[in-house]
């Protein structure tokens, strides 16, 4: 049966309407998702991934607008590459595994052949996990040596609770992780401090480890440093035999302080003289910085109570200023 003109228009426009249908379908499963709250890690990275959704919004926008899809280009691929991206999650091999206590891990990643991982000491990373399929971001400081070939650590202190921690359970060797960054303003310049006082709670061991190392790595380095540790028990003390080293050096001193011990005949000969029990209070903190040999430049890195006490005691106890927007993954940088 033949169709009428009026037929033919009307099949014609529904085709039409059609098409623009699908291809507007399409532009929208191309638009990005907003972030979950979760997936921020909360520690003033820039760019924020909140940030980096704002920019690929934009860029879809103007890209629909043109409907011109070429301008959606830009994200790179993720791979096994040195080359970090503050913008782009990037795959690393997990290649070793270490239980240090009941819930802490040192976690080694490997790099392409004797690449470094390219970041100044303090600096630290964002690593992204998923959880019944929800990502999270946290962000950790790698503990290994800033000019480390091949490799970078990382220390991460697992929670019961923790979304992240059960994301980091289910890591095995050979498995893969991913990383982006770097991030962080504090770049560590040698002797610019005639001493660095390092106030660390638990795994805020971790961004003073880079920073230490690179100090006594520099033979020409001859800034002074206490660094102050303070655990629960001796044996929760991370990285025991790399601090005992670290202490052999005429420039370092290292301190102990351990809330839930009493007893210095509990411990070994050569951590009594250099142990303090209870929690790091004023008294302490002021005693630490009259020993100083010079006068300090505190770093403070723990829990958000613990730094926010340390910030305290040292602004109107101890009489160090603090530096006004100097923040790096909850380091916070005091001094003169």
């Known amino acids: 049966m033949p169709i009428c003109p009026s037929q033919a228009a009307l099949t014609a426009l529904t085709m039409d309407e059609r098409i623009v249908g699908d291809a507007e379908e ?11 709250p979760s997936q921020c890690c909360g520690s003033g990275c820039s760019p924020c991934v909140f940030d980096l959704y704002h920019r690929d919004l934009a860029r879809w926008e103007a890209a629909r607008a043109s409907n011109d899809r070429s301008l959606l280009n830009g994200k790179q691929p993720q791979s096994c590459s040195s080359q970090l991206s503050p913008e782009t999650f990037l795959a690393f091999r997990i290649s070793a595994m270490e239980r240090l206590t009941a819930d802490t891990y040192h976690i080694r ?23 019944d399929d929800l990502e999270i971001q946290r962000a950790y ?10 490799y970078f650590d990382v220390l991460i202190k697992c929670y019961k609770t923790g979304l992240m921690s059960q994301y980091v359970e289910t890591w095995r060797v050979g498995g893969t992780a ?35 190392q690179s100090i006594t790595d520099n033979a020409d380095d001859e800034t002074f440093v206490t660094l ?6 001796f044996e929760g003390i991370y990285l025991k035999t790399f601090l005992q080293e670290q ?20 411990l070994p000969w050569s951590y009594r003289e250099k142990t303090h029990f209870g929690h790091l209070g004023q008294d302490l903190v002021e005693e630490l910085v009259g020993c100083c040999r010079k ?12 730094t926010k006490d340390m910030a305290r005691i040292a602004v109107l106890k101890a009489k160090l200023q603090v530096q006004p927007a100097r923040w790096s993954r909850s380091i916070v940088y005091l001094g003169d």
């Open 26 to 36: 399409d532009w929208l499963q191309l638009r990005p998702v907003e972030p979950l």
């Open 109 to 131: 990643f490997s790099l392409p052949g004797n690449s470094q991982l390219g970041l100044q000491p303090g600096q630290h990373l964002i690593l992204r996990g998923t959880v």
């Open 141 to 150: 400081t790698p503990i290994s040596p800033a000019n480390a070939e091949g």
């Open 178 to 212: 991913f990383w982006r960054g770097p991030f962080g303003s504090f770049f560590y310049q040698p002797n610019k401090h005639g001493e660095l006082l390092m106030l660390a709670a638990g795994t805020g061991l971790a961004p003073m480890v880079p920073i230490l």
């Open 228 to 233: 102050v540790c303070c655990f629960k028990t």
């Open 247 to 266: 202490s052999r050096f005429w420039n370092v001193r290292t301190v102990f302080v351990l809330s839930q011990e009493n007893s210095p005949e509990q």
């Open 295 to 306: 006068k300090p430049f505190a770093l403070v890195c723990g829990s958000p109570k613990f």
